[in-house]
């Protein structure tokens, strides 16, 4: 789909004539791509390059990629918890191969929380059953009790972490009606 200033649309006579790459699309078009399940798959802003998108069976973003990560090869991870919340999110440093990207997306990716140190790579509460060991955690969210104060700070010397309780976020609610909770973490060293 292609939606285009006016500036982009000028000289343009026939429908189907210009390319996506052409440069005034570039600079003033908004440009997106579908999947087969009419997910977007791609965006393009004007004045950007492209943003790129993978979903999990279940139509949650998991992967996405900007032009200025992909640069470096990296992406951003968004992991969910067994009821579909975001559980947390952070960044792999590698590219992901189509094969992996259409795994994703033929599988339901989940987390559970957890205080049991052999399942939890990162000392966040979460498992880490999909790119295992690769994710830098960025926001964790937990949800419906408090059991996450027991988890402590981090086992690794570079990862400080502190600890931010929110009170006041009324739109996103657990079932159980406990505000949720989240712990921001700043990369040192």
């Given at each position: 789909m292609l939606r285009a200033a006016p500036l982009a649309a000028d000289g343009i006579?026939?429908?189907?004539t210009v390319s996506v790459d052409d440069e005034r699309l570039k600079r003033y078009a908004y440009v997106y791509r579908y999947d087969h399940r009419r997910r977007c798959s791609g965006?393009?802003?004007?004045?950007?390059?492209?943003?790129?998108m993978?979903?999990?069976?279940?139509?949650?973003?998991?992967?996405?990629?900007?032009?200025?990560?992909?640069?470096?090869?990296?992406?951003t991870v968004t992991k969910y918890d067994?009821?579909?919340r975001v559980a947390y999110t952070g960044y792999?440093?590698?590219?992901?191969?189509?094969?992996e990207q259409e795994l994703i997306n033929n599988i339901i990716v989940t987390e559970t929380f957890t205080t049991d140190w052999s399942l939890?790579?990162?000392?966040?509460?979460?498992?880490?059953?999909?790119?295992?060991?690769?994710?830098?955690?960025?926001?964790?969210?937990?949800?419906?009790?408090?059991?996450?104060?027991e988890l402590g700070f981090g086992k690794n010397d570079s990862l400080r972490a502190d600890m931010t309780m929110s009170p006041h976020l009324p739109s996103i609610?657990?079932?159980?009606?406990?505000?949720?909770?989240?712990?921001s973490m700043t990369w040192t060293g």
């Open positions: 006579t026939t429908p189907g965006k393009r802003l004007p004045g950007q390059d492209w943003i790129y993978v979903y999990d069976k279940a139509d949650r973003l998991v992967l996405m990629q900007d032009g200025k990560q992909r640069q470096s090869s990296q992406w067994p009821l579909g792999i440093e590698r590219e992901v191969t189509q094969a939890d790579l990162y000392n966040i509460g979460y498992t880490c059953k999909y790119f295992i060991g690769e994710v830098w955690p960025l926001t964790v969210y937990y949800y419906d009790n408090y059991d996450f104060l609610r657990s079932t159980k009606g406990y505000s949720p909770a989240w712990r």
